[in-house]
């Protein structure tokens, strides 16, 4: 008695759990059409759209084409030609099986083993395999250093795939240019060093992947996964994207129109500055908020040109003429840095140029002590690390430079820009000049997490040379526009106090001015006053 409809038919309530569980990644109304007209086709609908890929690693192409056969055949049982309730819930548990949230080392291990799969069906190398008996997907074996840069390269073009796609019978047989896959070495090189597989010395830089494939040193898989946690834990989702991208694109209307493609050719000029694709999908992974799809975005298509607040090399060196680019800007930014060691350093190998990066998440204002809410460090070349909030003090940012009205100071504080630590003892402290920067081990900070930003950096302060700064806008064109508002209010302000009405001055002749001008142009003359 009183005994709900889901006691007496579980079959429709585990449906009804199912269909909850997949609503939350996509609707239910676009699954079903996909489940009604493409479940008897699904490693068609699931595999990699047409591309060419320029310089590809080995089998890459082969690889991209088993992704569809290996995702449909692992995740999604064959189903009968009728659309029947027991073909429509398996096919649920196929798209949770892949899509739904899940503990972080799930997704990984679900991606690993289709790694795997799609490499024995390709016929390329792969020292992981997968334990089809355990219901943890559990993956065991070795990933050496070509087959890690295969797998990043991987899950970037099925990031690339949801955001190049054009819909079905639009236009798929035309000739497209071969698109550029991003330098992931840096990357390859992280996991290496964190497994202990490279060390952290002066053998970084200068480090090849093809090179290294000689020396027989790989990453284990659950290394490679501590790794992905700590430091990447977006590349668990590529996966996941990747399916619900192929449901949405089989779906797309044609009337409304092809979306823009958003391949890129050899000739890529997003390069040419700090913030290439590579450096900008690492990034994309590594933070954990909104950002995330901003850097995504960039690494597919380039950063907009018009986020570029500030370029030493195109604005002008100096603390003032940064502060005349980033002024009124009040959304996060993006702050990279290339430099050199100085020859004959203790501690740092000399003449070894390398990159650090800061993300904030609030704009620049000139102060005399440090703020901020949250922010970021990293190390982007030549390995990449990220290095989050340590949750201990709130030094996230410095920015402090002379204003027009100068007052005297017992103890001035030192001018430059500044990330973490203290005052005096700054973890990245960049002068006024914008000429040299001071690196200091993370003992002085507590603010950010420890871990170093130069290989083998050392506990001595490393005082570098900069080749160049670079600050990104990451606020959007409501951001922006509200910087350029503000421009011009403080250049119309500017103007007003350079302008000098000559109408609130006397007579020159009758002025005390004059008379002093008079006395020292010729101190012997008389000079009367007339009463």
Request: proline share 6%; hydrophobic share 50%.
């Given at each position: 008695m009183g005994a709900s409809s889901s006691t007496d038919n579980p079959a429709a309530a585990e449906a009804r759990e199912q269909e909850s569980l997949a609503a939350a990644s996509l609707p239910l109304p676009l699954l079903r059409a996909v489940f009604s007209s493409h479940s008897s086709d699904l490693p068609s609908t699931l595999s990699f759209p047409p591309a060419t890929f320029h310089s590809p690693p080995d089998h890459f192409h082969d690889l991209l084409a088993a992704l569809g056969p290996t995702i449909a055949s692992l995740f999604f049982s064959p189903t009968a030609s009728t659309s029947s309730s027991e073909d429509w819930l398996g096919f649920l548990k196929g798209f949770n099986a892949c899509c739904a949230r899940a503990r972080a080392s799930l997704p990984l291990a679900h991606l690993l083993r289709v790694y795997a799969a799609a490499c024995a069906a390709a016929g390329a190398p792969c020292g992981v395999r997968?334990?089809?008996?355990?219901?943890?997907?559990?993956?065991?074996?070795?990933?050496?250093?070509?087959?890690?840069?295969?797998?990043?390269?991987?899950?970037?073009?099925?990031?690339?795939?949801?955001?190049?796609?054009?819909?079905?019978?639009?236009?798929?047989?035309?000739?497209?240019?071969?698109?550029?896959?991003?330098?992931?070495?840096?990357?390859?090189?992280?996991?290496?060093?964190?497994?202990?597989?490279?060390?952290?010395?002066?053998?970084?830089?200068?480090?090849?992947?093809?090179?290294?494939?000689?020396?027989?040193?790989g990453v284990s898989a659950q290394e490679f996964t501590s790794w992905v946690i700590s430091t990447v834990p977006g590349l668990g989702s590529c996966l996941s994207r990747y399916v619900q991208d192929r449901f949405r694109s089989c779906q797309a209307d044609p009337v409304k129109g092809i979306s823009v493609s958003a391949g890129n050719t050899t000739s890529d000029a997003s390069d040419v500055y700090l913030l290439t694709r590579g450096r900008a999908w690492a990034i994309s992974l590594s933070v954990r908020n909104a950002l995330s799809e901003k850097f995504l975005s960039a690494s597919v298509i380039g950063m907009d040109t018009e986020d570029l607040l500030y370029r030493s090399s195109a604005h002008g060196r100096g603390l003032s003429r940064f502060w005349s680019c980033v002024e009124g800007y009040k959304g996060p930014a993006l702050i990279l840095l290339s430099a050199f060691s100085n020859a004959g350093g203790e501690n740092v190998d000399a003449d070894q140029r390398w990159g650090i990066g800061v993300l904030t998440e609030q704009g620049f204002e000139n102060k005399d002590t440090f703020y901020g809410s949250s922010g970021f460090l990293c190390a982007t070349y030549p390995i990449f690390r990220i290095l989050l909030p340590s949750g201990t003090e709130k030094n996230i940012m410095y920015c402090h430079l002379h204003t027009q009205l100068k007052t005297y100071e017992a103890k001035p504080k030192p001018l430059g820009l500044a990330f973490g630590g203290s005052i005096g003892n700054e973890r990245i402290f960049i002068d006024e000049d914008f000429s040299k920067v001071t690196v200091r081990h993370h003992a002085v900070d507590k603010t950010y997490q420890h871990g170093s930003l130069i290989p083998n950096q050392g506990y001595l302060p490393v005082v570098a040379s900069i080749l160049d700064v670079e600050v990104w806008g990451l606020g959007g064109q409501t951001t922006k526009h509200q910087q350029d508002v503000y421009k011009k209010r403080e250049d119309i302000f500017s103007g007003q106090r350079r302008k000098i009405d000559l109408a609130a001055f006397g007579n020159w002749e009758d002025s005390p001015e004059k008379m002093m001008m008079d006395m020292v142009s010729d101190p012997n003359r008389n000079q009367r006053e007339e009463r």
């Open positions: 997968f334990q089809p008996d355990d219901d943890d997907g559990k993956v065991v074996g070795e990933l050496a250093p070509a087959e890690i840069a295969a797998l990043l390269s991987m899950c970037w073009a099925m990031a690339w795939s949801g955001s190049a796609t054009t819909p079905r019978g639009a236009d798929e047989g035309a000739e497209k240019e071969p698109v550029l896959l991003p330098d992931v070495s840096s990357l390859v090189l992280s996991a290496l060093v964190s497994a202990g597989a490279v060390a952290d010395d002066a053998a970084v830089w200068g480090w090849d992947v093809s090179a290294a494939a000689a020396d027989g040193k």
